[in-house]
């Protein structure tokens, strides 16, 4: 079975610390995608990468940075946590495409910045 | 850029009836619709997608249809069944992207 994992379903962190959610997917895929979750809101694109290296900023990208040195490897950074960064937080991998494809997500991150 | 519209935001059904969750999308060059259902604790699963050479997509008790003309598209299920309740989102492609509705959720009531 095919499968996206994130390192952590909970996380509790303090205002101002850096933070770092990790996302591994096992199906070689080359796009890789960061989501947040909230409620009203729906989902929002925050950064993507196409390829090793390769990063685009999504919608919401401020407050936040990501970093993928490897393929199946997607990281989430937030360089100084704030409260308004207390979210649900998903990873999804895709094959290439022009938004034709299949997204597959994780069971996502809970963070709660304090 | 593409911006997506969906509803209702809730939405209750008795179990058996049929629920209908509708979008509607602004950049006409859209060419693929997706579902995805995403259900207490997991993250959101594709359920069905239709794209634009088609009007009509079904898959058991679900299916969704596609109006290109007033640019919007709906997920209905049929039968509904208590596994049904989840969160439901629709979604459009931005350029290499994809952005997604708000979010329906739906109930199934004994």
């Known amino acids: 079975d095919v499968k996206v994992t994130q390192s952590s379903r909970y996380l509790v962190k303090r205002t101002g610390e850096k933070v770092f959610l990790e996302c591994v997917q096992d199906?070689?895929?080359?796009?890789m995608f960061w989501y947040r979750q909230d409620p009203g809101l729906g989902l929002r694109l925050i950064y993507f990468s196409y390829d090793v290296k390769m990063k685009e900023k999504g919608d919401i990208p401020e407050g936040y940075s990501v970093s993928r040195e490897k393929k199946e490897r997607f990281s989430l950074i937030l360089e100084s946590a704030s409260t308004n960064q207390t979210s649900m937080y998903l990873c999804a991998s895709s094959l290439p495409h022009r938004a034709g494809e299949k997204l597959f997500f994780g069971s996502g991150t809970q963070l709660s910045v304090l | 850029g593409e911006n997506v519209e969906q509803h209702p935001s809730t939405l209750s059904v008795q179990e058996g009836d049929s629920a209908v969750i509708k979008c509607t999308y602004s950049d006409s060059a859209s060419n693929y619709f997706p579902w995805y259902k995403q259900e207490l604790g997991k993250g959101p699963q594709l359920i069905i997608d239709?794209?634009?050479?088609?009007g009509e997509k079904k898959d058991q008790r679900i299916a969704v249809t596609l109006n290109k003309t007033a640019k919007h598209f709906s997920l209905h299920i049929t039968e509904t069944q208590p596994e049904d309740s989840a969160v439901y989102f629709c979604?459009?492609?931005?350029?290499?992207?994809?952005?997604f509705g708000k979010g329906t959720r739906l109930h199934i009531l004994p």
């Open positions: 199906m070689d895929h080359e796009n």
């Open positions: 239709i794209r634009s050479n088609v």
């Open positions: 979604a459009a492609p931005r350029d290499d992207k994809i952005i």
